[in-house]
């Protein structure tokens, strides 16, 4: 199978940034459950469940789901962005001003005081205005930006609560600390979206109408997923006594790392399959949903096992022992974190559709409602938690059929069967262990302690020896990794491609290939089709300016999933990454580095200094001159180290006469038919052509050329025309030499 030329972009910067503010987050009930009495920690669940639901009861989830869908849209889709802005900055304003003249009747309904009814109010603003910025942010490829925007408020939120509640031990100051911190991070969202153009005033109705036609179904669709997701508390908050109640909310423990990360994923992972299925790249897309299936089940398989487990010293160490009842919820409570697995909704949200959605939560709302009644008579708490399960379940298969259905994927395609068999059986063996175990502890605390942290490393230890055998049975051949900074059209990029070419033909390799850099300039995919047209396995990144850790991390990634066996580098930019690859990866490779020249080291002294120390962490390395080898040399690198392999061009011995030239000339002339080049070259095909090859590029040559043609005498120049062939990737240098020849 050839792999996608385009890559799930890392959702690594939204998970950890994301995850360290979960972390902090927390430790928030654990604090206020020792401040607060039982019946202030019981408004506080309700004030902020009802907070939750602020943005689905707006109608503003389409808008948010949307912003994926318009961020792989173009011009278009960036004016939609905008548009966005404005329609739920007034989306806030509408359901602040509704809960404003509620206020009185909510503190009455939950036996509130008044005062909390307009911090209720406020909360609101501040909940539907701030999900903008962050959503936008990373929709648009700031990752970073999006990430650290949310990770950095909510850390700030957090810790501003819990001194606020040591200071005060007051309910009524937590909630107005949330209230402020909520209304300066809405502000502070839209100001910073302004700045970096993702909100403006947009007067088109036509772009509104696009919006809303896509984001009404949606929002609706958010409004039905309330009870999909809520059904159970809402009906027991009524049906069993508050303390029970209490207790039933704390065994449904949300683990806000496992949310984030099946959020993270799929945020990254929308706009790339809506930007796939543009292009009408359906085996791109259906990669990229293969790949993110694979990241949620790494961690959420075992994840769902350990909370099974130690689900006992989980709630008393979280919330005490007072509440260990709670940890029987939790035992079944554990299987809804298996189902974010599945992503169902991700290519209806990439295809733009929206009534689809709105249908599908629409049938599945009512029948967990349904569930969750009938069950909760006959079960109690048991049987709402069944049903809101059951519910979910049932969605996500469907979703799943659905899939397959609307683009014709087979299930391999999407569904990545023998990596969840992997997770789930080594998640049960370690379980069965882990509880085989608990005999020998007297305190489930110290078992815990002792048993979670070697299921974890176990776990993942397991896991890379089980994949390492399957790889080594399912394919005997080594595997080698070619690494190049570009794949453009240009000498080493052909160099790259004959080389892989011939190592997969003669079967004793099997080849891969990664480019790290400057994947489509003026949307010229290079020779990247090239590689696929021969069967090679391409897989390729765009990094930003300057040194990227996310490469070494991708290529580390890649060595352990793939068993690779050998790395080979093909510049020094490459040799960097591959070499800070081999130091941290756990999986071992050997490094070879081809070195095809030293034109660098006259550029930056830093260079030099490169050159001197990561060649020493190649395990063999190739030039291709003897001037290549004595400058390895000179740069004190020792020769037993270095092989000369020669590629120079052997020159015929006698060059082809004017008139075979002139051949060639004409069947040029011919491929180009109704070509703008073709009256160009047509102009001087009676001339002598001198050829300049190479991207046009300062290190190449061309500007020296222009400079050599002009030392020609005029008589020679009027017999001869100098043609420069090659792509343009440095605009400013294409633009410079065109002045110069114009000048010439």
């Known amino acids: 199978m050839t792999t996608s030329s385009q890559t799930l972009r ?23 459950v ?20 602020a943005p689905g009861l707006a109608l503003t989830t389409g808008l948010i789901n949307g912003l994926a869908f318009w961020s792989g849209k173009g011009a278009v889709g960036h004016r939609a962005v905008q548009a966005t802005a404005m329609s739920l900055l007034l989306a806030s304003f509408v359901s602040f001003i509704l809960a404003l003249c509620l206020r009185h009747e909510i503190a009455s309904l939950f036996g509130w005081q008044d005062c ?9 603003l501040g909940t539907v205005a701030s999900q903008f910025f962050e959503e936008a942010a990373i929709c648009s490829g700031r990752i970073w930006t999006g990430a650290l925007f949310y990770s950095g408020f909510e850390i700030f939120r957090t810790s501003a609560i819990v001194i606020v509640a040591v200071l005060t031990r007051s309910l009524t100051a937590v909630l107005i600390t949330h209230t402020c911190i909520s209304l300066l991070k809405a502000l502070s969202g839209y100001l910073a979206g302004w700045h970096l153009g993702l909100a403006a005033f947009i007067h088109d ?6 919006l809303l036609r896509y984001a009404l179904p949606v929002s609706l669709a958010g409004l039905m997923a309330i009870p999909l997701t809520y059904a159970d508390q809402l009906i027991l908050s009524a049906y069993i006594p508050a303390s029970e109640f209490a207790i039933y909310a704390i065994g449904c423990l949300a683990i806000p790392p496992l949310f984030i990360l099946e959020h993270a994923i799929t945020r990254v992972l929308i706009p790339q399959m809506s930007s796939a299925f543009n292009e009408k790249h359906s ?5 990229l949903y293969h790949q993110a299936v694979t990241d949620l089940a790494l961690l959420l398989v075992p994840a769902v096992a350990g909370l099974i487990v130690f689900a006992t010293p989980i709630i008393e160490i979280l919330f005490t022992s007072s509440y260990s009842e709670a940890s029987k919820y939790l ?3 554990s299987f809804n974190y298996l189902l974010l697995i599945l992503p169902y909704d991700a290519v209806p949200r990439a295809l733009g559709q929206g009534t689809w959605i709105l249908k599908n939560f629409l049938v599945f709302s009512i029948l967990a409602l349904a569930l969750c009644l009938i069950l909760t008579k006959q079960f109690g708490p048991f049987g709402a938690l069944a049903g809101i399960i059951l519910s979910k379940a049932l969605m996500r298969g469907y979703g799943t059929f659905y899939v397959k259905r609307c683009t014709g994927w087979a299930f391999r395609d999407f569904i990545p069967v023998s990596a969840l068999t992997r997770f789930v059986l080594i998640s049960l063996v370690l379980s069965l262990l882990s509880l085989g175990a608990s005999h020998y502890f007297k305190d489930p605390r110290w078992w815990f302690a002792v048993c979670a942290p070697l299921f974890a490393f176990s776990y993942f230890a397991a896991l890379l020896i089980w994949k390492r055998k399957a790889r080594h049975q399912a394919s005997p051949s080594p595997r080698v990794l070619l690494l190049s900074q570009y794949l453009r059209v240009g000498g080493l990029e052909r160099m790259v491609l004959n080389l892989a070419s011939q190592l997969q033909n003669n079967r004793r390799w099997d080849v891969r290939v990664f480019c790290y850099d400057g994947l489509n300039i003026g949307g010229n995919a290079g020779l990247i089709p090239e590689f696929e047209k021969r069967g090679l396995s391409v897989e390729t990144h765009q990094k930003g300016r300057g040194f990227s850790a996310a490469v070494v991390f991708k290529l580390i990634k890649k060595t352990m999933r793939e068993d690779i066996s050998v790395v080979h580098s093909h510049d ?45 962490l190649a395990d063999q390395i190739i030039v291709v001159s003897p001037q290549n080898f004595d400058t390895y040399r000179q740069l004190g690198l020792a020769p037993s180290k270095v092989k000369i392999i020669e590629n120079g061009v052997v020159l015929p011995p006698k060059t082809p006469c004017f008139n075979q030239k002139a051949a060639r000339r004409e069947a040029l002339l011919e491929s180009l038919r109704d070509h703008p080049l073709q009256h160009k070259l047509a102009l001087c095909a009676e001339s002598y052509w001198i050829l300049c090859l190479g991207r046009i590029h300062p290190v190449k040559g061309q500007m020296r050329a222009l400079e050599l043609w002009k030392e020609l005498s005029a008589e020679t120049r009027k017999s001869a025309h100098l043609i420069f062939v090659g792509p343009g990737e440095l605009e400013s240098e294409a633009t410079l030499l065109k002045n110069a020849i114009l000048s010439a």
């Open 331 to 333: 035992v079944f409570f």
């Open 116 to 124: 909390y009814g307009l911090l209720f109010a406020l909360a609101v």
């Open 10 to 32: 890392s959702h690594w910067p939204i998970s950890i940034l994301s995850s360290i503010a979960a972390v902090v987050n927390v430790l928030l009930p654990l604090f206020l």
């Open 572 to 616: 020094l930019g490459a040799l960097i990454y591959a070499s800070l690859a081999k130091v941290f990866s756990p999986q071992k490779f050997k490094l070879v580095h081809t070195q095809h020249s030293f034109v660098h080291l006259q550029n930056k002294w830093r260079y030099r200094l490169y050159e001197r120390l990561f060649p020493r």
């Open 34 to 53: 020792r401040l607060l009495q039982p019946a202030e920690i019981g408004t506080f669940k309700i004030f902020f469940l009802y907070l939750t639901l």
């Open 283 to 287: 085996s791109q897309a259906a990669y």
């Open 205 to 210: 109705k036509s772009v509104y109408y696009g």
